[in-house]
């Protein structure tokens, strides 16, 4: 872990769920068995983007919500690169929305680690694509009259491969989720929640407290009955009438229809369902863990076997030489 660890001092606010990030990735990264020298992180702006000061590998700090832009160009001129992405509700839903998604749909082989905290920290605490229907801020001091956006179901709409959440304190989840993101070939979207203790302290509180917590966090498992709450008493199933997913007490008549998680299900509609189950503004019933977990070709290595087709044909282009060329073209007027 310490060889991950920079001189940097890191400037987050003191309890800033950041720290736990941080942490848990320094103590993972080393599971990868990858050369500091072949990691690279790229972050755009917010507070979470100062992320790349503080891991020792290559990083790029960039601009506003182009992160997603800047590491594609990077994990398919080099394919030997982890790339991974650190942004936030609003670098990546705001300004980055089109570069994110556009990532996604494209499977780029990109590790995106989105942290939300449903608000805006390093401007001072206006509203961000994720707060909550009529949250009051300093730029919403009568309500936020905009929906928010649902990061895992955006991430599903667009096609991602991988799609997971998790939350900042739960660090063995959270290293799990890593985990199998590090591993899956393809653009990874996880969605972590992450507590603003300044600007938006306890959003995620529901989820944090070990003994709410039961009733409120649903953990996915591939394979696994989605089942919660004290002694597994509560499940998700499929209503057969509306087939629209929906949270029960378990009993012996309704057991055998409690969902089992097929995160490798071809389609997306029920990863999508599992999504919206919570609560927007409560986030009570959430589900964390891997929603989504599909094959899919990879965009920089269909890329690479184009580039050697057309080199094949035509032979290996020299843009010096057509640069320094002779050749002129006259346009008519």
């Keep these: ?123 001072k605490g206006q509203y961000s694509p994720t707060s909550e229907l009529g949250k009051i801020t300093k730029s919403t001091p009568m309500g936020s009259l905009d929906a928010p956006f649902n990061p895992v179901s955006l991430a599903i709409g667009a096609e991602a491969s991988f799609v997971a959440r998790t939350v900042d304190s739960d660090r063995k989840h959270l290293t799990e989720v890593l985990r199998q993101a590090a591993h899956h070939p393809g653009t990874v979207l996880v969605e972590i929640y992450q507590n603003c203790n300044i600007f938006n302290d306890g959003a995620f509180e529901l989820l944090k407290d070990k003994q709410q917590a039961q009733e409120a966090v649903i953990r996915l498992e591939h394979g696994r009955p989605v089942r919660f709450g004290t002694d597994d008493t509560k499940g998700v199933v499929r209503d057969p009438a509306t087939g629209e997913l929906e949270v029960v007490t378990v009993t012996p008549g309704n057991e055998d229809r409690v969902l089992v998680h097929d995160a490798r299900a071809t389609s997306p509609a029920t990863a999508f369902a599992l999504s919206r189950l919570a609560d927007p503004d409560t986030l009570h019933h959430t589900p964390i863990g891997v929603y989504r977990s599909v094959d899919r070709p990879v965009y920089d290595t269909l890329m690479s076997e184009q580039l050697d087709t057309a080199a094949e044909q035509q032979g290996r282009g020299d843009l010096g030489a057509l640069l320094a060329g002779t050749d002129t073209w006259t346009v008519a007027g």
């Design 1 to 123: 872990m310490k060889d991950f660890k920079t001189d940097q001092e890191v400037r987050w606010c003191p309890g800033c769920g950041d720290y736990a990030v941080l942490a848990a990735v320094q103590g993972f990264m080393p599971e990868l068995g990858v050369a500091r020298e072949n990691i690279v992180f790229v972050s755009g702006i917010g507070c979470s983007s100062r992320f790349p000061y503080y891991m020792n590998t290559y990083g790029m700090h960039s601009i506003h919500g182009r992160a997603p832009a800047i590491a594609t160009g990077l994990a398919a001129s080099r394919p030997d690169l982890s790339v991974w992405v650190v942004t936030g509700d609003g670098d990546a839903l705001s300004i980055g929305g089109n570069h994110l998604i556009h990532a996604l749909r494209r499977n780029v082989n990109l590790k995106i680690l989105l942290f939300n905290n449903r608000i805006y920290g390093l401007t």
